[in-house]
């Protein structure tokens, strides 16, 4: 199986939505409208095999240091085969040529980041987070994702 990660292109929105959207239905994921996938396109990566768009992930930044890995998703009978730590490298690394120190992310999914370098950290140090988005959130009073942090080796 041949694993393509790249950027995200007009024609990957379709997909994108799909995915996406399985993902909010079960309360695991942020819905992300087609428009708003059109707007913020440049900052979603996806994985391709065979020419079918099977996952995909985004940045979004929060402040000049820090930036959320967002909308970080693989279709069903894709799952457990390395391509969300392929994603999660491709967005790290966009990250530091970014020269963007620290990436965070709100997870469910908390071992999957622990074993791609992340550590667990309390929600309360990303105030630029909370006043972004979770001010919109349902569970904004009643969180139960948990924060992971990277903080990546920038050179000058």
């Known amino acids: 199986m041949s694993v393509i990660c790249r ?3 007009p024609e990957d929105v379709e997909p994108l939505y799909e995915m996406i959207k399985g993902y909010a239905e079960r309360g695991i994921m942020l819905p992300r409208s087609r428009e708003v996938l059109h707007r913020q396109l440049e900052h979603f990566v996806v994985a391709e095999v065979d020419g079918e768009v099977v996952g995909c992930g985004s940045l979004c930044r929060l402040g000049n240091d ?7 998703g693989i ?11 392929r994603l999660l490298d ?7 040529n970014q020269k963007i ?3 965070m992310a709100l997870t469910y999914e908390v071992s999957f980041f622990e074993k791609n370098g992340f550590a667990i950290v309390d ?3 990303f105030p630029e987070k909370v006043w972004t988005d979770c001010v919109h959130c349902s569970k904004q009073n009643c969180c139960d994702e948990i924060a992971v942090l990277k903080e990546l080796e920038i050179s000058a």
């Open 7 to 9: 950027k995200a292109v």
């Open 123 to 125: 929600k309360e140090i």
């Open 90 to 96: 491709r967005l790290v690394e966009e990250a530091q």
């Open 66 to 72: 820090l930036v959320e890995v967002r909308s970080l």
């Open 75 to 85: 279709s069903e009978g894709h799952k457990g085969l390395g391509i969300g730590s």
């Open 101 to 103: 120190p620290k990436v």
